[in-house]
């Protein structure tokens, strides 16, 4: 059977498709979890398919701090297992894909009267570094106040005592998520966005498959699996509620939200993991121009697909900024961009958001439905691993056929095949010079060569053939070739996933999705043959995107008087 590429305009005949085979699994939900759980069962040669009812990433998996990071709080409640397990993962993720993950040097400065002294962060950092199973480059070092002031002169200066650093890892959570699933695609399986579990189906009591919508073109399918699993984030609960099996263990959403500001107005020279004045933990981190602040980790329980910021969320942020940074004098109309995003955590009683484990379980229902739950994004690829022992378990008591054990460890996930993540610099080099020559300024070529990997060479074979059409359009033609890439090789189906998920320019770079929004829109339209009338819903709903970002709460007071009355 001919191999579908992962384009947009195949989605139809993906799920046709999958509506006639039976797969050994499907996996309900395409974030980070998904798409681990598909890679890990398509490397070990499973038939499997994935649907997600909104986009890839969509939901948790594009709304996270963007850091794969080992969780040195953690250490604060003895989780120690969780800590050296996910701390060891984050250099298998950069290692598999250095071109979305990036190592970031991180100051936790030490503050009179913080959660950490001066002997505790050593001795905290120390032993991360041990469970961790730090390199001896990026093991922690103890700053005095005069060292920890030089690297970031914003810091109030007011009862600091030092600081340490220690590396963490930056990623764009969003480009990982698709970046995973564009390699289980091409390892075999089968993965279509917006098509939504209506209903489960069974046979004599068991889960066998479900009824899926297509949300863009209302045709249903049905798909039939051998095992369902249940990864679908902050919206598990409704599947095993659909399920008939929602009790015991359940879900805690937890709300995050994140401001964004532009360096000019906040010009953060260094990552930043501080204490706010109610001894949670906060980041603060500079990115492409802009710096980012949050998280929150607040209760939540409204609507999951559009989670808003309260007046407290965006107060509580505001506040954390003036306590730790007390020169930066913030406006609320200095925010050029917001995102909120859901936690699904695992319930845990009489404790607060910020006190819940983020470990991961694995639930089975009386029908066969198979449910992990919790975790984070850097345990991803161990989640993944786990999940689908677990059903080769199954596999072998009921067909007798092994598929043996994980194979992701050391495997590059689309776009990674660069030689490993100390060659990468040397890769882009060569493939800047490449870019140079097809008419790409250094800029562009260093910017497609970085985000992309090994995969550039396909925007730039785009380039190569379409370097008058792209003109035409007038679009630049690094922008032209990545839209018509995402469309035909990340099914890229809206306006949205493009800005949002596949560029993230949306929350770093909001004045250029404004000013090549229409255009976009135009060549989308026509390269998927949208009617007048879903272009102009498609419209709508990036324009509503975009206020959100920007307005992402009505506030009918000042936030910054309000900060400045509840400090003084």
Do not use: C
Request: proline fraction near 2%; glycine fraction near 8%; aromatic fraction near 8%.
């Amino acid at each position: 059977m001919k191999k579908l590429n992962f384009a947009s305009y195949n989605r139809s005949l993906i799920l046709n498709r999958m509506s006639e085979e039976t797969y050994d699994v499907l996996v309900i939900g395409g974030g980070i979890t998904g798409s681990g759980i598909t890679l890990d069962a398509a490397t070990r040669g499973l038939k499997i398919a994935v649907v997600e009812m909104q986009d890839f990433a969509a939901g948790t998996s594009s709304r996270s701090t963007k850091l794969v990071h080992g969780g040195l709080r953690y250490l604060k409640n003895l989780e120690v297992k969780m800590v050296a397990e996910v701390g060891k993962e984050r250099a298998v993720v950069y290692e598999n894909g250095p071109h979305v993950t990036t190592p970031e040097w991180m100051l936790l400065p030490i503050q009179q009267g913080g959660t950490f002294g001066k002997f505790s962060t050593s001795l905290g950092l120390r032993v991360y570094d041990f469970l961790a199973n730090v390199k001896k480059s990026e093991r922690r070092r103890m700053l005095n106040t005069e060292e920890t002031l030089k690297r970031e002169p914003l810091l109030n200066s007011k009862g600091l005592k030092g600081g340490g650093v220690y590396v963490e890892y930056r990623t764009d959570d969003a480009r990982l998520t698709i970046e995973v699933m564009k390699e289980a695609v091409k390892q075999g399986a089968e993965a279509v966005n917006y098509a939504k579990v209506e209903k489960l189906l069974y046979e004599g009591g068991k889960v066998v498959g479900a009824k899926v919508t297509d949300q863009l073109t209302k045709n249903v399918y049905n798909i039939r699996a051998k095992k369902i699993v249940n990864a679908a984030g902050p919206w598990v609960d409704t599947l095993r509620e659909m399920d008939g099996s929602k009790k015991g263990k359940h879900l805690q959403l937890t709300k995050g939200i994140h401001l964004v500001f532009d360096q000019k107005i906040f010009p953060l020279k260094q990552a930043i993991y501080f204490d706010t004045q109610d001894k949670r933990m906060i980041f603060a981190i500079p990115r492409d121009g802009k710096t980012y602040v949050g998280t929150t980790d607040t209760v939540y329980k409204e609507d999951m697909v559009h989670p808003r910021m309260t007046k407290e969320d965006k107060t509580y942020v505001f506040e954390a900024i003036s306590y730790m940074f007390p020169s930066i004098k913030l406006k609320e109309s200095d925010i050029e961009s917001s995102w909120s995003g859901l936690r699904p955590l695992i319930h845990e009683e009489g404790k607060s958001a910020s006190e819940i484990s983020r470990k991961d379980e694995v639930w089975i229902s009386d029908s066969g439905l198979i449910t992990i739950a919790g975790g984070k994004l850097t345990g991803y690829r161990k989640m993944a691993e786990m999940v689908v022992d677990l059903i080769n378990k199954q596999l072998i008591k009921d067909t007798g056929k092994n598929y043996g054990k994980s194979k992701t460890k050391h495997m590059p996930i689309s776009g990674g095949d660069v030689g490993g993540s100390m060659n990468f610099p040397s890769y882009v080099k060569k493939k800047v010079k490449e870019g140079m020559m097809l008419g790409f300024t250094e800029e562009e070529a260093t910017k497609l060569a970085s985000m992309y990997g090994s995969n550039v060479d396909k925007l730039y074979a785009i380039a190569k053939t379409d370097a008058s059409q792209a003109k035409k359009t007038g679009l630049p033609l690094d922008l032209y070739v990545r839209l018509l890439y995402s469309i035909r090789e990340e099914m890229t189906a809206t306006p949205d996933d493009f800005f949002i998920r596949r560029t993230g320019a949306l929350f770093f770079n909001i004045a250029w999705v404004e000013k090549w929004k229409a255009r976009v829109l135009d060549i989308m339209g026509k390269e998927l043959t949208w009617s007048i009338e879903q272009k102009e819903q498609y419209h709508k709903l990036l324009n509503r995107h975009l206020h959100e970002a920007i307005n992402a709460v009505e506030i009918t007071q000042d936030v910054n008087q309000e900060v400045s009355n509840r400090i003084s």
